[in-house]
């Protein structure tokens, strides 16, 4: 698949998470970044929540793992990639203990 049609797909799809993340009452935002110009399935996606106890909310909620992966499939991103696609949640609080604040040592 074509890169600017894959980054499209993948924008289109969190996008679609925002909307689903912010219908279930969750203040947060999401990030990724990959190698899909490689394979599809070379991306992560982070959920960047302010608070510890917001990170453990949603890492407690066995709805969003199938429902983050439902907005690929409804973006027609491709299916093989679609089970292997990495998604994790982080809060402020904790890069800011752990990582001095800096959000790329957190995900590195």
């Not at 909620?61 to 679609?82: H, K, M, N, S």
Request: glycine fraction near 6%; charged fraction near 25%; proline fraction near 3%.
């Amino acid at each position: 698949m074509d890169i600017d049609l894959l980054t499209s797909k993948v924008n289109q799809a969190q996008f679609r998470m925002d909307d689903w993340l912010r219908e279930r009452g969750y203040t947060c935002s999401t990030f990724w970044f990959g190698a899909i110009d490689i394979h599809p399935k070379h991306i992560g996606f982070w959920i960047r929540v302010k608070t510890d106890a917001e990170k453990q909310t949603i890492e407690q909620d066995a709805q969003i793992l199938p429902a983050l992966r439902d907005c690929f499939r409804t973006v027609g991103y491709p299916a093989e990639a679609i089970a292997e696609l990495g998604f994790a949640v982080q809060s402020d609080e904790t890069v800011d203990r752990v990582f001095n604040g800096n959000w790329y040592h957190a995900i590195k």
